[in-house]
């Protein structure tokens, strides 16, 4: 666990931000976001279930609670962002993809017991939607979708400056939604848009062109990381730096399917603004480049003349601010000002 902090400047009220993912999960403070004032991170470790995960957030709060209390400041809400399914309204986390033994985890009440605060819960896509939206990439835009690119694959819709939730709340599942009819396996559903496109189905990917590789006699950087098991986008991206075409074929594929999945968002869509994070941010052009030829392909002219695919702008900053917007209970509204709901 590690922890970062930074004294605070006369702040009445503080909030905490839950990031959760699949692989690590950041605890942050803050008294106006997008500023963070303190931030202790840890792995997540899902194959040990939720409540070692749970052990260390409360840990993680009471810590940086106490090193703001001297200065009269007090815990006015926490905001938790995960990945879906979840219920946003009972605060409930629903055996996301990404994190399969959190079955039914009543994350809020267990948070609100410890601390006797209100405690909020998001989808991590909603959540960064209106992150990027009011502090990010999507500033200025009426109609904006946000696409999560980590460990899983979701989508925050922004219409007409308001959140888009659907008649059960299930608006955005965009990673459910079936690619091609055969290939890798993700989000229960063989060919989905989140086995071919998230930071786990380009590793599985990268597993199999490797291994192709290496049998046709091509040599790759990458077998190294394939034989000590430590092959993941961070390696993937490090070896296409340095021009390994292995690497580069693999974020190229993972960039045209990514540019299916566009398309079809912006023939149903329209939006003006797509503001991709995760893998967008740590590859940028390598992975957009390829996804905008399929985009510009596939999608009604009209439709894809009128949008932007950017990567977001707040970068690796973007769970934190996305979690501390739920504590905040903030919105995209029509005027572009913080709104909070009732």
């Given at each position: 666990?590690?922890?970062?902090?930074?004294?605070?400047?006369?702040?009445?009220?503080?909030?905490?931000?839950?990031?959760?993912?699949?692989?690590?999960?950041?605890?942050?403070?803050?008294?106006?976001?997008?500023?963070?004032?303190?931030?202790?991170?840890?792995?997540?470790?899902?194959?040990?279930?939720?409540?070692?995960?749970?052990?260390?957030?409360?840990?993680?709060?009471?810590?940086?609670?106490?090193?703001?209390?001297?200065?009269?400041?007090?815990?006015?809400?926490?905001?938790?962002?995960?990945?879906?399914?979840?219920?946003?309204?009972?605060?409930?986390?629903?055996?996301?993809?990404?994190?399969?033994t959190w079955i039914d985890v009543?994350?809020?009440?267990?948070?609100?017991?410890?601390?006797?605060?209100?405690?909020?819960l998001e989808n991590d896509a909603?959540?960064?939607?209106?992150?990027?939206?009011?502090?990010?990439?999507?500033?200025?835009?009426?109609?904006?979708?946000?696409?999560?690119?980590?460990?899983?694959?979701?989508?925050?819709?922004?219409?007409?400056?308001?959140?888009?939730?659907?008649?059960?709340?299930?608006?955005?599942?965009?990673?459910?939604?079936?690619?091609?009819?055969?290939?890798?396996?993700?989000?229960?559903?063989?060919?989905?848009?989140?086995?071919?496109?998230?930071?786990?189905?380009?590793?599985?990917?990268?597993?199999?062109?490797?291994?192709?590789?290496?049998?046709?006699?091509?040599?790759?950087?990458?077998?190294?990381?394939?034989?000590?098991?430590?092959?993941?986008?961070?390696?993937?991206?490090?070896?296409?730096?340095?021009?390994?075409?292995?690497?580069?074929?693999?974020?190229?594929?993972?960039?045209?399917?990514?540019?299916?999945?566009?398309?079809?968002?912006?023939?149903?869509?329209?939006?003006?603004?797509?503001?991709?994070?995760?893998?967008?941010?740590?590859?940028?052009?390598?992975?957009?480049?390829?996804?905008?030829?399929?985009?510009?392909?596939?999608?009604?002219?009209?439709?894809?003349?009128?949008?932007?695919?950017?990567?977001?702008?707040l970068g690796e900053r973007i769970?934190?601010?996305?979690?501390?917007?739920?504590?905040?209970?903030?919105?995209?509204?029509?005027?572009?000002?913080?709104?909070?709901?009732?």
């Amino acid at each position: 666990m590690t922890e970062n902090s930074e004294p605070l400047s006369q702040a009445p009220e503080i909030f905490v931000g839950v990031d959760i993912g699949g692989t690590k999960t950041a605890v942050v403070l803050s008294a106006k976001p997008p500023e963070i004032l303190s931030r202790i991170e840890f792995p997540t470790q899902p194959e040990l279930g939720p409540q070692h995960a749970i052990d260390q957030i409360k840990a993680a709060i009471h810590s940086l609670r106490q090193s703001q209390k001297e200065q009269g400041a007090e815990l006015r809400r926490i905001g938790i962002s995960c990945g879906g399914p979840l219920n946003r309204r009972t605060g409930v986390i629903q055996a996301p993809p990404n994190l399969t033994t959190w079955i039914d985890v009543p994350i809020t009440a267990l948070l609100e017991e410890e601390f006797d605060v209100p405690c909020n819960l998001e989808n991590d896509a909603n959540a960064g939607a209106v992150a990027e939206h009011r502090y990010g990439a999507g500033v200025g835009s009426s109609n904006m979708i946000f696409l999560t690119m980590g460990t899983g694959f979701g989508a925050g819709i922004i219409l007409h400056n308001r959140l888009y939730y659907g008649s059960s709340d299930m608006a955005g599942e965009i990673g459910h939604v079936r690619l091609t009819g055969s290939g890798p396996v993700g989000y229960g559903k063989v060919g989905s848009v989140e086995a071919w496109a998230s930071g786990q189905g380009m590793t599985e990917r990268a597993v199999n062109m490797v291994q192709i590789a290496t049998a046709q006699g091509e040599k790759t950087s990458l077998s190294a990381h394939l034989e000590t098991g430590t092959l993941t986008p961070k390696q993937v991206g490090q070896a296409a730096a340095e021009g390994d075409e292995v690497a580069k074929q693999i974020i190229e594929l993972t960039g045209r399917k990514l540019g299916d999945t566009l398309a079809i968002l912006v023939d149903i869509l329209n939006p003006e603004r797509i503001v991709i994070g995760g893998l967008a941010v740590r590859f940028g052009e390598s992975l957009l480049a390829p996804a905008r030829e399929v985009l510009r392909r596939e999608a009604l002219n009209a439709s894809a003349d009128a949008c932007t695919v950017v990567c977001a702008s707040l970068g690796e900053r973007i769970g934190d601010v996305a979690a501390l917007c739920v504590a905040m209970k903030l919105e995209p509204d029509d005027e572009g000002q913080d709104s909070r709901r009732a």
